[in-house]
Structures are given as structure tokens and as C-alpha cells.
């Protein structure tokens, strides 16, 4: 596994498992039992997921010393204020039957996430959080954010793949030494990913899966991704991605495969975050 160091000195891998979706509790478990033992170190997870007790199961069945797992969780939005931020952080440790987390993200830019951003600080201060960060901040957010803040975000998790490459947030990030993550790193399959004709061409020509292809462009980018695989064998897959190199000729084949936009529903429209609050509201985090 490679790592990268983060603005506050934590190294982070490069590659991890996300766990989205994966609502069957069994299922979840067994998914990150495997990862670990087949070499992942970090795994995203978030309040939201409700599957973080599964994940702690995991956890606490490997026999990987706690100190080399990376573990991620996100707070909900009901939960991103000051008052309540420190409550929610601690059910989700209580879940995850951990006494520290290793990245903790506020999950969606809504709410209080200045005063919750405040619990934030305070928790790593404590050390109880090694690093802190956010997710789905875009540009224009991130940098009004960073401008009102004491302690910048090591992290911004943000849809990243072929068709939504983001190249002009990662320069943004990269200047403000925040790490880029990427989350539905395949675009959750959409848009015919693994089929795609040219990411098939590459797959022939490097002898590595569409979806080495896609992590390791990524990974040469800086990115660090979360991909989900619930298959051992495509698990494996996707962390061996660090023996061969793509070249530069091949980088920009890819990089005309954007559309700049994003692969999942959006929020733009005022009705769009009205629905998406109203849902969010219903999550028993
Ligand atoms: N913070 C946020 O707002 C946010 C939003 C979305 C996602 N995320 C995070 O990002 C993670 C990944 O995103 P995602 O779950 O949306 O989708 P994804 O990782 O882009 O794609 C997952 C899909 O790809 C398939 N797959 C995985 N590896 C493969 C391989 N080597 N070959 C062929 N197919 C493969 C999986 O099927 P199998 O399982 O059958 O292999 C699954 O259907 C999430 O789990 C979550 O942790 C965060």
C-alpha cells in the first residue's frame, strides 16, 4: 500500500474500501473482514451508512493492530452543529467500538458546519480525531470555508472518475494543501465504466482490469479513492495498482473522457435541497 502525508503529518493510504449501500449488516462485516486481510487499511464509512457497528466488527475481528488501520467516518447533517456534533461523534465511535477515529468528515455542506467544524477542532485537540476534513465541499465553499477557520481541513472528499474528472478543484486543493479524496471512484458503474471503449483498449494494452486502469489514473493524479467491492476478487484487484505506470500519452487519453459533470443526481436547484433535507432528516444517526 502506498500512502500519502497529510497537511498535518498523518499518512493516509492511498487506496481504501468504501461501504455505501452496503446495508446488509452480515454482508458489510464480511466485506471489510476480507479487505483487511487482503491488505486495506483504510475504510470509509459514515454515520449515514448505518453500518458502522458492522464495520467495528471487522475491525475488532482482524488481527491488524488498531495503529495501521485507517478509519473514516462521516457526521450526518441533522448532526452538523456545534451542540450535537460531539454527540454524534461519539455514537459513531460507540458504534465502531473504537476509542479514536483516524479521519473524521463532515459529510454534507449544510447546517451548522462552522459551529460543528468548532466540535471538530476540539475533538482533534483532544486527539480524539487524527485528522479532520470535508466532503462535498465544492471550490467556491471550500475556500470560504478555510478563509473563517482555525484548522484547515486535511481532506475533501468529492465525486471523482473518468467522466467527472474534477482537474480544476484538484489544482484548488493541491494549492491549499488540502488531500484530495475520491469517492465513486467507477461512478458507481454509471455511464458504462467497465465497458468503456477506451479505458478497454488501455485495460488490453497495460494487461491490468478497467478498474486498475481507472484507480491507478487516479493515483497518479495524487487522488486517494474508496472503491466498493463486496467481490474478494475484485478487492484484491483493486489495491494491486501500484506496479505499473501509465504514461503521460495515455493520462491525456483519459483526460478527454470528462464531461464535467457529475454521474448522480445533483443539487443546484432549491427544490433539490429541500428533497435531499427532507430525506436526510429521516436517517437515524
Ligand atoms: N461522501 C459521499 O458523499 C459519498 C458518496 C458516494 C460514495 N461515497 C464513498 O465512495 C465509495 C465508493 O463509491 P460507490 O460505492 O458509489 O461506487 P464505486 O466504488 O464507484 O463503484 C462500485 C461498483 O463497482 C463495482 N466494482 C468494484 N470493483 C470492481 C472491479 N474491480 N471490477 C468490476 N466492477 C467492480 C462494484 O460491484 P461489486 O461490489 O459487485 O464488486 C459496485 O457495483 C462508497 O462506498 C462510499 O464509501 C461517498
Same mark, same amino acid.
Given at each position: 500500500?502506498?500512502?500519502?502525508?497529510?497537511?498535518?503529518? =498523518?499518512?493516509?493510504?492511498?487506496?481504501?474500501?468504501?461501504?455505501?449501500?452496503?446495508?446488509? %449488516?452480515?454482508?458489510?462485516? /464480511?466485506?471489510?473482514?476480507?479487505?483487511?486481510?487482503?491488505?486495506?487499511?483504510?475504510?470509509?464509512?459514515?454515520?449515514?451508512?448505518?453500518n458502522?457497528?458492522?464495520?467495528?466488527?471487522?475491525?475488532?475481528?482482524?488481527?491488524?493492530?488498531? /495503529?495501521?488501520?485507517?478509519?473514516?467516518?462521516?457526521? #450526518?447533517?441533522?448532526?452538523?452543529?456545534?451542540?450535537?456534533?460531539?454527540?454524534?461523534?461519539?455514537?459513531?465511535?460507540?458504534?465502531?467500538?473504537?476509542?479514536y =477515529?483516524?479521519?473524521y468528515?463532515?459529510?454534507?455542506?449544510?447546517?451548522?458546519?462552522?459551529?460543528? #467544524?468548532?466540535?471538530? /477542532?476540539?475533538?482533534?485537540?483532544?486527539?480524539?480525531? %487524527?485528522?479532520?476534513?470535508?466532503?462535498?465541499?465544492?471550490?467556491?465553499?471550500?475556500?470560504?470555508?478555510?478563509?473563517?477557520?482555525?484548522?484547515?481541513?486535511?481532506?475533501?472528499?468529492? /465525486?471523482?472518475?473518468?467522466?467527472?474528472?474534477?482537474?480544476?478543484?484538484?489544482?484548488?486543493?493541491?494549492?491549499?494543501n488540502? %488531500?484530495?479524496?475520491? #469517492?465513486?471512484?467507477?461512478?458507481?458503474?454509471?455511464?458504462?465504466?467497465?465497458?468503456?471503449?477506451?479505458?478497454?483498449?488501455?485495460?488490453?494494452?497495460?494487461?491490468?482490469?478497467?478498474?486498475?486502469?481507472?484507480?491507478? #489514473?487516479?493515483?497518479q493524479?495524487?487522488?486517494?479513492?474508496?472503491?466498493k467491492?463486496?467481490?474478494?476478487?475484485?478487492?484484491?484487484?483493486?489495491?494491486? =495498482?501500484?506496479?505499473?505506470?501509465?504514461?503521460?500519452?495515455?493520462?491525456?487519453?483519459?483526460?478527454?473522457l470528462?464531461?464535467?459533470?457529475?454521474?448522480?443526481?445533483?443539487?443546484?436547484?432549491?427544490?433539490?435541497?429541500?428533497?435531499?433535507?427532507?430525506?436526510?432528516?429521516?436517517? %437515524?444517526?
Amino acid at each position: 500500500m502506498d500512502y500519502v502525508t497529510l497537511n498535518n503529518g =498523518i499518512k493516509m493510504p492511498m487506496v481504501g474500501l468504501g461501504v455505501f449501500r452496503v446495508k446488509d %449488516q452480515k454482508e458489510c462485516e /464480511e466485506m471489510v473482514y476480507q479487505a483487511i486481510k487482503l491488505g486495506y487499511r483504510l475504510i470509509d464509512t459514515a454515520a449515514a451508512y448505518e453500518n458502522e457497528e458492522a464495520v467495528g466488527r471487522a475491525i475488532k475481528r482482524s488481527s491488524v493492530p488498531r /495503529e495501521d488501520l485507517f478509519i473514516t467516518t462521516k457526521l #450526518w447533517v441533522t448532526d452538523t452543529n456545534y451542540e450535537r456534533a460531539k454527540k454524534g461523534f461519539q455514537r459513531s465511535l460507540d458504534r465502531l467500538g473504537l476509542d479514536y =477515529i483516524d479521519l473524521y468528515l463532515i459529510h454534507q455542506p449544510y447546517n451548522d458546519y462552522y459551529g460543528a #467544524w468548532r466540535a471538530l /477542532e476540539e475533538l482533534y485537540r483532544e486527539g480524539k480525531v %487524527q485528522a479532520i476534513g470535508v466532503d462535498n465541499f465544492q471550490q467556491d465553499r471550500l475556500i470560504d470555508f478555510i478563509s473563517f477557520i482555525d484548522i484547515k481541513p486535511a481532506v475533501n472528499l468529492i /465525486e471523482a472518475n473518468v467522466f467527472f474528472q474534477r482537474e480544476e478543484e484538484l489544482l484548488v486543493m493541491k494549492n491549499k494543501n488540502i %488531500q484530495m479524496e475520491a #469517492w465513486s471512484p467507477f461512478a458507481a458503474g454509471e455511464n458504462k465504466l467497465f465497458t468503456n471503449e477506451l479505458l478497454q483498449k488501455l485495460s488490453i494494452k497495460y494487461q491490468k482490469s478497467v478498474a486498475q486502469i481507472v484507480l491507478r #489514473w487516479l493515483y497518479q493524479r495524487g487522488i486517494v479513492s474508496i472503491p466498493k467491492s463486496s467481490n474478494p476478487e475484485r478487492m484484491k484487484e483493486n489495491i494491486d =495498482i501500484f506496479g505499473f505506470e501509465i504514461t503521460r500519452e495515455d493520462m491525456n487519453a483519459i483526460a478527454h473522457l470528462d464531461t464535467s459533470q457529475s454521474c448522480f443526481p445533483t443539487r443546484t436547484k432549491a427544490n433539490e435541497v429541500e428533497e435531499f433535507l427532507e430525506n436526510a432528516k429521516k436517517f %437515524q444517526v
